[in-house]
């Protein structure tokens, strides 16, 4: 299918893209530079190389302009020789870009994705005792992961203990879009405003730092 759909926030641009095309497909729409096509080329996997293409798509398309991403040594994404700062993730179905001049965040997760054996280690027993009270606990797992792994990208620090270190206020993503969250660090409090959309059978949480 291609692009699915842009998101203007005050913030930022979201880039959504679908994800259906082979790689080849892909790289006959995108212009590669020496360095990606190295790195391309090192991808082993093919659904790998399409989420690698998509991004640059959506890139390109979100800026109108042939950007580079370049990667810190922790893995985070950066633009060169650009003002903005991005945040890229995937599902299955998806890939999607976050630019913005703020400190950002975005996670995209499959809403079916079995999750129930690992939310004791990212959900605070509070949020647990929350999400269980709520029509559909699953969505909200999803929504609460997303939205840890999102602020998650937008911190510096590394070694975050999601259940403890990222603390998400009550919402109810059914009936709930935006919501707020904090992160403890180093005796220091970041605050966030996060907004949950939901895209076919798909989660997004973006985050914004306060």
């Excluded at 692009?3 to 930022?12: M, S, V």
């Excluded at 054996?117 to 992961?145: C, D, M």
């Excluded at 403890?164 to 709930?176: A, L, M, W």
Aim: net charge negative; hydrophobic share 40%; aromatic share 10%.
């Amino acid at each position: 299918m291609g692009f699915y759909r842009k998101i203007e926030t005050n913030d930022g641009l979201i880039g959504i893209w679908k994800l259906e095309e082979k790689p080849e497909e892909l790289l006959n729409q995108v212009q590669l530079s020496t360095n990606e096509t190295l790195r391309f080329s090192q991808i082993k996997f093919e659904r790998r190389q399409a989420e690698f293409l998509a991004t640059r798509l959506l890139l390109n398309k979100l800026l109108d302009a042939h950007v580079r991403i370049g990667y810190e040594e922790n893995g985070k994404p950066f633009l060169k020789d650009h003002c903005k700062n991005i945040s890229i993730s995937h599902s299955i179905n998806f890939v999607c870009v976050f630019i913005s001049k703020k400190n950002i965040g975005i996670d995209v997760e499959l809403s079916t994705r079995p999750i129930d054996r690992v939310a004791n280690r990212f959900l605070h027993p509070n949020e647990l005792e929350y999400i269980s009270g709520l029509r559909n606990p699953q969505l909200a797992k999803i929504a609460y992961w997303a939205a840890k792994e999102a602020i998650f990208k937008c911190s510096p620090e590394q070694g975050i203990e999601f259940s403890k270190q990222i603390q998400i206020d009550h919402f109810d993503p059914e009936t709930e879009k935006q919501f707020s969250a904090k992160l403890i660090f180093s005796e220091k409090i970041l605050n966030y405003h996060l907004v949950c959309e939901q895209i076919e059978n798909n989660v997004l949480v973006y985050c914004v730092e306060e």
